[in-house]
C-alpha cells in the first residue's frame, strides 16, 4: 500500500527557515513524480513546486521560486521541501503527493486532473511573530 508521510511543520517567525519531510512506501520513488502542495484555510489547494521522476527537471510556483527548494534521497525514500524567508502568506498545510506518469514526462504544480495522486496527510506550517 502506497503512503506518503510529511513531517517537519510547525511555527516558524517570519524570515525563518523549515525543511519539510516526506516518507513514501510502498512504491518506488525514483519512478514517480512528486510535488508539494499547500492549502490555507478559505483557500483551494495550490501547488508549491514539484520534482519530475528520473529527476529531470524541477518547478515552482512564482510565489515560492528564490525561496524554496525541492529534492529528494531515493535510498531514504524521502523527498524534501526546504523553505526559506518564510512569509505569513506561506502559512497553510502542506502536502506531498506523488504520481506515475510516464506519459508525462514532467512533473507538474497544476492540480493536473489527468494525473491519478497519492496524498498524504499534510503538516501544519504556521509563519508568524
Known amino acids: 500500500q502506497a503512503r506518503l508521510v510529511e513531517s517537519g511543520g510547525g511555527l516558524v517567525q517570519p524570515g525563518g527557515s523549515l525543511r519539510l519531510s516526506c516518507v513514501v512506501s510502498g512504491f518506488r520513488l525514483q519512478n514517480y513524480h512528486v510535488g508539494w502542495f499547500r492549502q490555507a484555510p478559505g483557500k483551494e489547494r495550490e501547488g508549491v513546486s514539484c520534482?519530475?521522476?528520473?529527476?529531470?527537471?524541477?518547478n515552482y510556483s512564482d510565489s515560492v521560486k528564490g525561496r524554496f527548494a525541492i529534492f529528494r534521497d531515493n535510498a531514504r525514500n524521502t523527498v524534501y521541501l526546504e523553505m526559506k524567508s518564510l512569509q505569513p502568506e506561506d502559512t497553510a498545510v502542506y502536502y506531498c503527493a506523488a504520481d506515475w506518469s510516464p506519459y508525462l514526462p514532467f512533473c507538474s504544480i497544476d492540480l493536473d486532473q489527468r494525473r491519478t495522486r497519492w496524498w498524504g496527510r499534510g503538516t501544519q506550517v504556521t509563519v508568524s511573530s
Open positions: 520534482i519530475s521522476a528520473g529527476d529531470v527537471g524541477t
